[in-house]
Structure formats: structure tokens, C-alpha cells
């Protein structure tokens, strides 16, 4: 099987004006030198997406949408679709994070749409997916996750799935500075990735990358990257500053 490519993602969430993004921008490119192993994502929020992806043009940087609606256009107030994350520059989706999931109540079958819509476009999609610390003190968290990967991914073909990368993010590891250990993460992506096999096949097991995320710092970020079963980093706080994503997006084995 050909290696997995690592990818490392910012997530800048609703962080950044028009000024501070770009130059945020132009200081993570500082640390991105000609990667054949792996690939960097930013994902500003959608009224910089057009300016962060200009600055960024000449670079191997890729640039994401925070969220994407499944129609082109119409009236959708308040979202954003394919059509248009690919107008201001971008190549990317991430749908199904866990604020979205939990204080706007998006549900398994709105991210499934949100999926599928982007899909259709030809975007890159990061699928977020992740169990509270309830549900994994309760020993469910494999339960959960793979009712989110059996509702999120319905009605998505194998080859679709070309274009899919799983973001596994605890959500008790969100902005919290805990991290799951490099054991917990790595069995949870085996898991996910066991999962993938049984509803796919073991081609699409083996092919789909699966991101870890939840308090990815440079001090975590080699232990993690080391793992079998992590091929990325979805970042969130620390995808602010640009010397400590620049390191995150340096990992080393
Ligand atoms: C995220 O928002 O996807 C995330 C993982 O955030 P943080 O790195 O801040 O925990």
C-alpha cells in the first residue's frame, strides 16, 4: 500500500480580521518548505478566505472552509457553498466539527448532507467526528464514533472516499489542553480505521487518512504524528501562532 500523505490542518475557527489572518498567513508559509510528505491546510474563517488564499497562492499551502452548505446556491442565509468556497480560492471543507455539532446542533444527517454536497463539488473534506467525556467514562465511545461514521458517511461511494479524510477529535479534548495519550488516540484510530474496512472495504481502509485533534501542540505533536494509524493533526488554538504551528507542521518521527 502506498504511505498515507500526513496532512496538518489549522483551524482557525472564528478568529482573525482581514489584516492579522494574512500576515498570520504569511508566517505559517515561512515553515513550509517543500513537503513531499505531507501537506498543510488552513482553514480561516469564510470573510478572509478569498485574501488569506491570494497570499498564500504561490505557496504549498491549501486552503479549507470551516463549513460548507450540499447546495451551490439559494436561499440559505447565514451559509456558505461549494461554488463559493472555490470562488474565493479554496479546495477544502471541514464539516461535522464538534462546536458545530454541539452549540449549533448540527446533526449526523445535516454533516452527511454537508458531505455529500462538497463531494459533488470536488472539494477535499475533513469529516469531524468525536465522543464526549461522558460517553468514553461510560465506555462508549467506539459506539458513538462509529454510529457518526455509519450516519456521516451514508450513501458514500469507496470512490468517494478518495476524497474523504476522518478527523477524529474527543471533544473532552477540545480547547481543553488535555490531550488523549498517544495509546488512546492510536486505538481510537485503529478503531476508526477497523470500522472503515467493515463498511468499505480494506482499500479504503488502508487509504483514508485519519487526523487526530484536540489540544495538538508541539510538545505532543511527534508522539502523536508517530502512531500507525495518525496521519495528521487538526489544530485549533495553537494553529494561531504561527512559530507553534510552524513546528506542528515540522513534526518529526
Ligand atoms: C479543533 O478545534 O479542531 C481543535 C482541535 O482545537 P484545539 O487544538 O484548540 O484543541
Not at 467525556?133 to 454510529?147: I, N, P, Q
Not at 496521519?231 to 488554538?237: M, R
Amino acid at each position: 500500500m502506498a504511505k498515507r500523505k500526513a496532512m496538518i490542518a489549522g483551524n482557525w475557527k472564528m478568529h482573525t480580521t482581514v489584516v492579522d489572518g494574512c500576515q498570520l498567513a504569511v508566517d505559517v508559509a515561512k515553515f513550509c518548505t517543500g513537503f513531499e510528505d505531507r501537506e498543510v491546510l488552513i482553514a480561516p474563517p469564510f470573510t478572509i478566505l478569498s485574501e488569506v488564499s491570494h497570499v498564500v497562492k504561490e505557496t504549498e499551502i491549501l486552503i479549507g472552509s470551516q463549513n460548507v452548505c450540499w447546495e451551490e446556491k439559494g436561499a440559505f442565509t447565514g451559509e456558505i457553498s461549494p461554488a463559493m468556497v472555490k470562488d474565493a480560492g479554496g479546495t477544502v471543507a471541514i464539516v461535522g466539527h464538534s462546536e458545530r455539532r454541539q452549540i449549533f446542533a448540527e446533526s449526523d444527517d445535516l454533516v452527511n448532507r454537508r458531505l455529500k454536497g462538497g463531494l459533488a463539488s470536488g472539494l477535499l473534506m475533513i469529516f469531524c467526528i468525536g465522543e464526549t467525556l461522558k460517553e468514553r467514562d461510560d465506555g462508549r465511545a467506539f459506539a458513538v464514533l462509529a454510529d457518526q461514521l455509519r450516519k456521516g458517511l451514508h450513501g458514500i461511494s469507496p470512490k468517494s472516499m478518495e476524497k474523504v479524510v476522518v478527523a477524529y477529535e474527543p471533544v473532552w479534548a477540545i480547547g481543553t489542553g488535555k490531550t488523549a495519550t498517544k495509546e488512546q488516540a492510536q486505538e481510537t484510530h485503529a478503531f476508526i480505521r477497523g470500522f472503515l474496512e467493515e463498511i468499505y472495504e480494506k482499500n479504503v481502509a488502508e487509504q483514508t487518512r485519519i487526523l487526530y485533534g484536540g489540544s495538538v501542540k508541539p510538545d505532543n505533536v511527534d508522539a502523536l504524528m508517530s502512531q500507525a494509524d495518525i496521519d495528521g493533526a487538526l489544530v485549533g488554538g495553537a494553529a494561531l501562532d504561527a512559530e507553534s504551528f510552524g513546528r506542528i507542521i515540522n513534526f518529526t518521527l
